[in-house]
T-cell receptor, first 111, second 113 residues
């Protein structure tokens, strides 16, 4: 089983839509969780950390469910500029130095 | 402030050759990690270094090695290159536990022919 699994993409949505990405992780001892965004042929960039209580940053909301080992990212009012691949990232539990990336979910926002 | 800098940006090597990739972390970051990203997949962890010591290693063969220097910069070395080593190699710097996430460099795109 992969350490981090994400919804397969691509997600094709119109501008203004709300879209949700899901991610599951296998190590119950994982402590740090993040969402990264990666544009085509560019490096991943940190979008937001994910906290147990859930957190919001503008149009983006991240949630963590430790019991189900599940992370989500919600994007409201999608913009064309949101088109990218979204990567779920989880640290390796007791090996906190090792971070595992999901394979990413591609989002295409269309006019 | 400069971000994470990597060199070279692109590289073409032939099978069996050796390659050295370089990384300079963000000022103040003492931890450097290396990742390999093959097209269509997420980055795969190779190594993490902190205070010049290896703190984590991924599932890569011994042909892959790395080191960190006193100024916290780092090198990734790959020996006996295979076609399958063709990938984007990403360096990331962070605070020691990575609690605040990584900042990645723009990567070195390695093509092995």
């Amino acid at each position: 089983r992969k350490e981090v699994e994400q919804d397969p993409g691509p997600f094709n949505v119109p501008e203004g839509a709300t879209v949700a990405f899901n991610c599951t992780y296998s190590n119950s001892a994982s402590q740090s969780f993040f969402w990264y965004r990666q544009d085509c042929r560019k490096e991943p960039k940190l979008l937001m950390s994910v906290y147990s209580s859930g957190n919001e940053d503008g149009r983006f909301t991240a949630q963590l469910n430790r019991a189900s080992q599940y992370i989500s990212l919600l994007i409201r009012d999608s913009k064309l500029s949101d088109s990218a691949t979204y990567l779920c990232v989880v640290n390796g539990g007791s090996n906190f130095n090792k971070f595992y990336f999901g394979s990413g979910t591609k989002l295409n926002v269309k006019p | 402030d400069a971000g994470v800098t990597q060199s070279p940006t692109h590289l073409i090597k032939t099978r069996g050759q050796h390659v050295t990739l370089r990384c300079s972390p963000i000022s103040g970051h003492k931890s450097v990690s290396w990742y390999q990203q093959v097209l269509g997949q997420g980055p795969q962890f190779i190594f993490q270094y902190y205070e010049k010591e290896e703190r984590g290693r991924g599932n890569f063969p011994d042909r892959f090695s790395a080191r960190q220097f006193p100024n916290y910069s780092s090198e990734l070395n790959v020996n006996a290159l295979l076609l399958g080593d063709s990938a984007l190699y990403l360096c990331a710097s962070s605070f020691p536990r990575g609690n605040y996430g990584y900042t990645f460099g723009s990567g070195t795109r390695l093509t092995v022919v």
